[in-house]
């Protein structure tokens, strides 16, 4: 395993950073095709084997249960300074606006309810899991610069947003003297690069670490299409809903990285991953089955040629947003906005 440093922190992390999304009691939430305790131990303690420090979870995957499989199994497998913990809140509900519930009220909330289930005193990365439109930005700053004062977070970052919201936020962050965000985790792969049109390039100039998701397009770059189908592949309406309508263009690509694999006696995830390797700090990449992290741990030694990259990229076309950036966007004053978040939806106007 290779590590780096994640942006303007001091935490070293692993180049593969393990998606926590498929752990998780599959009757607490959406996702059905989570796996259970047993299997989520196994791979966690394969992923520290082969030398993965950097773990991401989210208080939204399947009601904290996958927060509560992570902690337990670090605490037997690790020491907690030996491992990167991140986890994710939401937006505010409409029942806490209604009732009153401030942003910052809100995080310590949710910081509490996360801590209490990794069963930690503290994460090293606490991340805004996707952009508050009901909550003034000066309160989601607030709050989570409380977070780091009180030792409940070493640093924060943010997902699903675009450049100018990251940028407007950390001048906040500057001007008020709060913790700024160290890391993004957005929407980045072989098949999906609209990241490298504003988000990229700001991330280079301001030293901020690209941990994206779905680094492996909800398994179309790791495998030919119609091979190996998973219980994920068949189930997972929200995959189908980001790459369904791009499947015809996306082929292309799909099947030059599967050409490359076959010449380099090597496997299309980790052709996938050496790309993505080369543009990002540590891709989340997650992982239902042991095999899943071997071959992105593999990923890390294979170096591609710059022929190999311009061919990989040469057939990529413009694409439309898609999940979670698709809903994130300005809508008026008194329109109706509605965030899909996994476990829950969260409904009401726009306030700031």
């Not at 072989?190 to 901020?208: K, S, T």
């Amino acid at each position: 395993m290779k590590y780096s440093r994640l942006g303007n922190s001091d935490l070293n992390v692993s180049r593969i950073c393990m998606g926590c999304m498929g752990f998780g009691d599959p009757s607490r939430g959406q996702h059905s095709w989570t796996i259970d305790e047993e299997h989520s131990r196994k791979i966690i303690k394969k992923g520290l084997d082969l030398g993965v420090n950097f773990f991401d979870t989210a208080i939204a995957y399947q009601s904290g249960t996958s927060e509560q499989y992570v902690g337990r199994a670090l605490r037997d497998f690790s020491k907690r300074d030996d491992v990167v913990v991140a986890t994710k809140f939401l937006p505010r509900t409409q029942a806490e606006i209604e009732t009153g519930i401030s942003g910052q009220q809100h995080i310590e909330n949710m910081i509490d309810t996360s801590l209490k289930n990794l069963g930690m005193d503290h994460v090293d990365l606490y991340i805004y899991h996707m952009w508050d439109w009901n909550t003034p930005l000066y309160d989601i700053m607030d709050g989570l610069n409380r977070v780091v004062n009180a030792g409940k977070a070493r640093y924060i970052g943010i997902s699903n947003c675009f450049a100018w919201q990251i940028a407007k936020a950390n001048a906040l962050a500057e001007k008020e003297g709060f913790a700024k965000f160290v890391s993004i985790q957005g929407h980045y792969n072989l098949i999906f690069r609209e990241e490298e049109r504003e988000m990229v390039p700001y991330c280079e100039e301001e030293n901020i670490a690209l941990t994206p998701y779905s680094a492996l397009a909800s398994g179309r770059l790791s495998r030919k299409p119609g091979e190996a189908e998973t219980k994920r592949a068949a189930e997972d309406s929200y995959a189908r809903f980001k790459y369904d309508a791009t499947a015809a263009q996306d082929a292309v690509i799909i099947d030059r990285v599967a050409e490359i694999a076959e010449k380099r006696g090597v496997t299309m995830t980790e052709v996938s991953l050496a790309w993505l390797l080369t543009k990002v700090t540590a891709p989340v990449v997650g992982a239902t089955k042991l095999y899943h992290i071997e071959g992105a741990a593999k990923a890390v030694d294979l170096d591609l040629t710059d022929e190999e990259t311009a061919y990989l990229e040469e057939p990529y076309v413009p694409h439309p947003l898609a999940g979670v950036m698709a809903q994130n966007k300005r809508i008026n004053a008194n329109e109706k906005h509605v965030w899909s978040t996994g476990d829950q939806s969260i409904k009401g106007d726009k306030k700031s």
